[in-house]
Antibody, heavy 119, light 108 residues
Framework: EVQLVESGGGVVRPGGSLRLSCAASGFTFDDYVMSWVRQVPGKGLEWVSGINWNGGSRGYADSVKGRFTISRDNAKKSLYLQMNSLRAEDTALYYC????????????WGQGTLVTVSS | EIVMAQSPATLSVSPGERATLSCRASQSISSNLAWYQQKPGQAPRLLIYDASTRATGIPARFSGSGSGTEFTLTISSLQSEDFAVYYCQQYNKWPPYTFGQGTKLEIK
């Protein structure tokens, strides 16, 4: 069974940093592109970032480009999101999602970790 | 950026009836469209990909259609567990991969 478990969320002040982690199990992690998708509570979904199997290709939404960095450690079967210069508008539930091979829809999702940016 | 527009924002339907949800792309996305279902307190769940292919384990009452810029998700006979929020997502062109704003399907 595919499992994705996010961690690292919390409350941080504007301008602060946070690192999210996603632990994967139940599948061959380095066979898959992985992504982060976020959701402001009560609102819609926003793709944040994605990374290919070896980290050689990464993409970001304009809203986070230059502030967030996605990475992965295939040996640890883990995905990360380093978030710097956080803003109030980054407050959201952050989901780790697996991307189906050869395309870019999300076939498995974690339960999310909540990031709150507030002074 | 490709903008995805879903309609209606809220749809009220009685159990056992048919529900039809729409999604429109601001430019052609071929058949590179997915539909997700999200219930309160849960992560989204993949229902349909490539516009019309049901994901593993999804009941046959869910069907998707369309190509280009106009897409439809149909639920043929609503069950109580189907009342949720539904999102469409395009994956034709990135970044970014964009979602619609969602349609809330509620019990009439």
């Amino acid at each position: 069974e595919v499992q994705l478990v996010e961690s690292g969320g919390g409350v941080v002040r504007p301008g602060g940093s946070l690192r999210l982690s996603c632990a994967a199990s139940g599948f061959t992690f380095d066979d898959y592109v992985m992504s982060w998708v976020r959701q402001v509570p009560g609102k819609g979904l926003e793709w944040v970032s994605g990374i290919n199997w070896n980290g050689g290709s990464r993409g970001y939404a304009d809203s986070v480009k230059g502030r967030f960095t996605i990475s992965r450690d295939n040996a640890k079967k883990s995905l990360y999101l380093q978030m710097n210069s956080l803003r109030a508008e980054d407050t959201a539930l952050y989901y780790c999602a697996r991307v189906w091979t050869g395309t870019y829809y999300f076939d498995s999702w974690g339960q999310g970790t909540l990031v709150t940016v507030s002074s | 950026e490709i903008v995805m527009a879903q309609s209606p924002a809220t749809l009220s339907v009685s159990p056992g009836e048919r529900a039809t949800l729409s999604c429109r792309a601001s430019q052609s996305i071929s058949s590179n469209l997915a539909w997700y279902q999200q219930k309160p307190g849960q992560a989204p769940r993949l229902l349909i990909y490539d516009a019309s292919t049901r994901a593993t384990g999804i009941p046959a009452r869910f069907s998707g259609s369309g190509s280009g810029t106009e897409f439809t998700l149909t639920i043929s006979s609503l069950q109580s567990e189907d009342f949720a929020v539904y999102y469409c997502q395009q994956y034709n062109k990135w970044p970014p991969y964009t979602f619609g704003q969602g349609t809330k399907l509620e019990i009439k």
